[in-house]
C-alpha cells in the first residue's frame, strides 16, 4: 500500500509578491490563501489538531508544500524530518545568491487518506550577515535567478546533508548526531558549508564572524602554520579581481582573524563596536560566497589534498 502525504513548511523571513507561487527544487513556495486551502486536506481539523499553528498563521505566511509517497512502513515523523532537513538545505542554497534570514520553522505532514498528522519544530534559527531576522523580499528577478541556478546539482556539490545512503536516512530520520558520524565522510567543500550553516546559526557577531573565517580555512588551507597571513594571501588570489581589490580581502581577513583571536581568547567586545562588526561580518560573508562559488566550480581540485597545493601554488607564482 502507498502512502500519500502533504507535507509543508513555514517558511521565515520570506517575503513573496501578492499571490506567487513557484517550484522550488522539489517543492512548491507560495504565499497564495487560495492555493493553501487547495492544497491543505481539512485544514481547520489539521490547525486544530497541530496545537501550535494558528489559521491565520499558517495562511498569511509564506510556505512550502509537497506530496510526498512512500511504498515503506516509515515512521512520518521520519519522513517529515528527513524532507524538512532537506528543505532547510534547499533554504540554504538562496545564500549563494543574496544575503538572507530565510529558515523553516514549523514543518507538518497530513497523511491525505486517514488525515493523522505529525508536526516538527525545528530551533535552528537563521539570521543574515549582520546577525539580523530581517525578511528578504524574493522577487520575480530573484525567482527567475533561483529558476536558473541548478539548485540540485549545487545541492549534491555543497549540501552536508546530502549522501549516497538515502534509504537508510529514510528509515531512520536525519538528525544531528548523525551529522556528526558521517563528518568523516565528508569532503572538504561539504565540510565548509557544514561551518557556514553554523555562522548562519548564530546571530552573535564574534562567533558569526570566527565561523565564517573557519570555512576560508577549510576551504583553501591545509597547512597549520601563518594560518593568517596564509589565508589573506590565498583568498586575495583566490577571488580577488585587481590589486586594490586583492589587498581589501587581506585586511578584511586580517580584521576577521583579530575579532575572532579576541573572543575565543576570552577577551571582551565593546558594545558600541556592533555596527563595526556588523560591517565586517557583511564583507566576510562575501567574500566566502565568492569564494565557496568559485571552489565548487573546481571541486576535483579543492576536494583533493595535492590538486589543491598545486592550485594555489600555480596561481601565487603566476
Known sequence: MTNKYTLFSIIENLKL???????????????DRQIINKTIPHIEALVFLAGSISYNTLCNKTIAFKIYESKNEISPNNILHQQSANLNGFLLLIWLITDNSVFSSIQVSQNINTFDIATNHRDTFISNSKGLYEPLLLDKRLISEIDGYNLLEKYHTLSFLSDDNSDEISQNGLYKSDIENRFVRYNRIQRSFLLLNIARATSFLPMKIGFYINTLECLLLKSDTELNFRLQLYSAN???????NKQEIMNTIKAGYNVRSKFFHGEGLSADKIKDLQELSQKIDDIVRKTIIKAASISEKINDNKKMEEFFKSILFS
Not at 18 to 29: A, K, L, M, P, S
Not at 239 to 244: C, R, S, V
Open 238 to 244: 583566490f577571488i580577488g579581481e585587481n590589486e586594490n
Open 17 to 31: 509578491e501578492e499571490n506567487t507561487i513557484f517550484q522550488f527544487c522539489d517543492w512548491f513556495i507560495t504565499n
